[in-house]
């Protein structure tokens, strides 16, 4: 990973690039659905899914990294981004609410 020393980060927190199973539960569903995680920070996660969210829904998520060397990480985030990617998949960006331990 290379860093640009010229960029001012503007988040409170760094993302790291990442490839992992991101599996999400929307409010009053029974099951989790899976989605492609793309970035994860401390304050939030971003993924990819055919589902649409609704931007202010918070959900139940499990991000399962490729490594089993680390344990799921399990929280609950609300929905603060939504876009459209040109294959007309959705676009998800949360922010952390509560860590699960």
Known sequence: MTMRLDYKEKRN?????????VDYKLPDA?????????????G???????????MGTVLEI???????LT??????AEVVRVESSADGRCI??????????
């Open 13 to 21: 927190f760094t993302r790291m690039e990442v490839e992992c199973v």
């Open 30 to 42: 029974t099951e989790m659905q899976q989605a492609a995680g793309h970035n994860l920070s401390a």
């Open 44 to 54: 939030g996660v971003r993924f990819e899914t055919e589902e649409e969210i609704v």
């Open 62 to 68: 499990v991000i399962s990294p490729q490594q089993k």
């Open 71 to 76: 344990p799921p990480l399990e929280a609950t």
């Open 92 to 101: 998800v960006s949360c922010q952390f609410h509560q860590l699960k331990s």
